[in-house]
């Protein structure tokens, strides 16, 4: 079965502070990993894919196939980051898997 | 290009009632699909079609209609609404999965359904 797991329904963090928003996994085979994000009266977008290995918005991600983690990390927190953030899956199907989100909050 | 567009943006209905959320995109995508966005649960999976003519049940199917008669329009049938059905519905749509491009998939604005 696949399923994505997002243990923290809401992270604050001060601006200027790390950030850190915890994904993870269950799938037998090699999944492609994203992180899609919404802005407040947003639609969703994505945000980053694992096999892209890029930086976006200061946001990287690292997929740990031996802890089957998919971490969100950011040095630097800014107040523009404040959003809701989704972990998803996709196995060999064609369909995504999404997890329950975590709702960033970037104080000031 | 308007990208996914959705309508209505907000519907409120009564037990028993059907109605149609109406989903469109004008990328030529392939891979259409209908979300449910419920508070601690994420986005689940109802309806997903890869093609026109083709059509397959997701995650939470039950009181839920699609058809795909055309690529560019997908749209939700609810049946008999019931308040277990008070959500956010969001649409989206990729490229199909052997095409380069298919890694992102681009959603509407979503619509807000209360039922009553």
């Known amino acids: 079965a696949q399923r994505v797991t997002q243990p923290e329904k809401l992270l604050s963090v001060f601006k200027g502070a790390p950030v850190e928003l915890k994904c993870n996994y269950s799938?037998?085979?090699?999944?492609?990993l994203f992180w899609y994000v919404q802005y407040s009266r947003q639609r969703l977008q994505l945000l980053l894919r694992?096999?892209s290995r890029e930086s976006i918005k200061g946001f990287t991600a690292d997929l740990n196939k031996g802890e089957t983690s998919f971490h969100l990390k950011k040095p630097f927190a800014q107040e523009e980051d404040s959003a809701m953030y989704y972990c998803?899956?996709?196995?060999?199907?064609?369909?995504?898997?999404f997890g329950p989100g975590t709702r960033l909050s970037v104080l000031p | 290009n308007a990208g996914v567009t959705q309508t209505p943006k907000f519907q409120v209905l009564k037990t028993g009632q059907s109605m149609t959320l109406q989903c469109a995109q004008d990328?030529?995508?392939?891979?259409m699909s209908w979300y449910r966005q419920d508070p601690g649960m994420g986005l689940r999976l109802i309806h997903y079609?890869?093609?026109?003519?083709?059509?397959d049940q997701g995650e939470v199917p039950n009181g839920y209609n699609v058809s795909r008669s055309t690529t560019e329009d997908f749209p939700l049938r609810l049946l008999s609404a019931a308040p277990s059905q008070t959500s956010v519905y969001f649409c989206?749509?990729?490229?199909?999965?052997?095409?380069?491009?298919?890694?992102?998939?681009?959603f509407g604005p979503g619509t807000r359904l209360t039922v009553l």
């Open positions: 990328m030529n995508h392939e891979y």
């Open positions: 694992h096999i």
């Open positions: 079609s890869v093609g026109a003519g083709i059509t």
């Open positions: 998803a899956l996709r196995g060999y199907g064609q369909n995504f898997v």
């Open positions: 799938y037998s085979g090699s999944p492609e």
């Open positions: 989206a749509s990729s490229y199909s999965r052997d095409r380069a491009q298919a890694d992102t998939q681009y």
